[in-house]
């Protein structure tokens, strides 16, 4: 199959792969990176397990590829807390008990980080909008808007 070679940042780290044209930056990062932090819930965008930011955008890495991402910069979960201290946003989650399994919470910290970043938390409403796509089977939606809310202060 048709493979390309990229470089790309990963959490301030450059690095250099290649990769055949139909792998996804989720499979990118679990399976040659092993960052597996970020989930495989749906495979196909409907889900937001899988979010991360690319250029500080958010996006759903099941449904980018990889071989697009020359020079991007992206930022997973792991690449969130500043050694041991954890990023605001993940010690809020943990503050406001805003997961149960967690199999969703690392796609909702991503978004969340993207909802701040981009300012969409004037109001309870606003912020739930904006993480509508990422999907909670647990229900755990009223605790998660109380961290991002936490963290804007
Ligand atoms: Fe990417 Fe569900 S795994 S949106």
Avoid at 51 to 61: A, C, I, K
Avoid at 68 to 96: K, M, N, S, Y
Wanted: hydrophobic share 35%.
């Amino acid at each position: 199959a048709p493979s390309s070679r990229v470089s790309l940042t990963v959490n301030g780290t450059r690095r250099t792969v290649t990769v055949d044209n139909r792998t996804s930056l989720l499979d990118l990062l679990r399976e040659h990176f092993e960052l597996t932090g970020s989930k495989k819930g749906c495979n196909a965008g409907a889900c937001g397990a899988c979010t991360v930011l690319v250029d500080g955008q958010r996006v759903n890495s099941c449904l980018t590829l990889a071989a697009r991402l020359e020079g991007a910069e992206v930022t997973t979960i792991e690449g969130l807390a500043d050694g041991d201290r954890l990023h605001p946003l993940q010690q809020a989650f943990v503050d406001q008990d805003a997961f149960q399994c967690g199999y969703c919470t690392p796609g909702q910290i991503m978004s969340g980080v993207g909802c701040i970043k981009e300012g969409h938390t004037g109001s309870p409403e606003e912020i739930r909008e904006w993480m509508s796509g990422n999907i909670c089977r647990c229900g755990c939606y009223v605790k998660i808007v109380r961290a991002v809310e936490q963290t804007v202060g």
